[in-house]
């Protein structure tokens, strides 16, 4: 199992850019596809983009497709999420996930994911 820490989170105004970075330990990171997801104030948590084993797989929500970009470095044990052209409605906090997985694939349902971080917030002003 691993355990998960997020950064990067803060206020940018619309239009700028944040990296998110979720932190792993545990030495079988490469065995888990990694999900991003956030829950904006009054809402459900939903989707955002998960990646596999490696950047072969890659899925995105419609709302970020473009924008945001997922990857991963395996030897840092580490997951990133690259945001630009943010707008208001990004404002979340964002989750970092892993789910355990036998096969090299990406996954956007939640209750898939064994393990959860902390999350961040991320806040964009207009």
């Known amino acids: 199992q691993v355990h998960l820490v997020e950064s990067g989170g803060g206020l940018v105004q619309a239009g700028g850019s944040l990296r998110l970075s979720c932190a792993a330990s545990?030495?079988?990171?490469?065995?888990?596809?990694m999900g991003w997801f956030r829950q904006a104030p009054g809402k459900e948590r939903e989707f955002v983009a998960a990646?596999?084993?490696?950047?072969?797989?890659?899925s995105y929500d419609d709302s970020t497709k473009g924008r945001f970009t997922i990857s991963r470095d395996n030897a840092e044990n580490t997951v990133y999420l690259q945001m630009n052209s943010l707008k208001p409605e990004d404002t979340a906090v964002y989750y970092c996930a892993a789910r355990y997985s036998r096969y090299d694939s990406t996954s956007a349902v939640q209750d898939e994911y064994d393990t959860w971080g902390q999350g961040t917030q991320v806040t964009v002003s207009s």
């Open positions: 990646i596999g084993w490696t950047a072969k797989y890659t």
């Open positions: 545990g030495r079988t990171f490469i065995s888990y596809t």
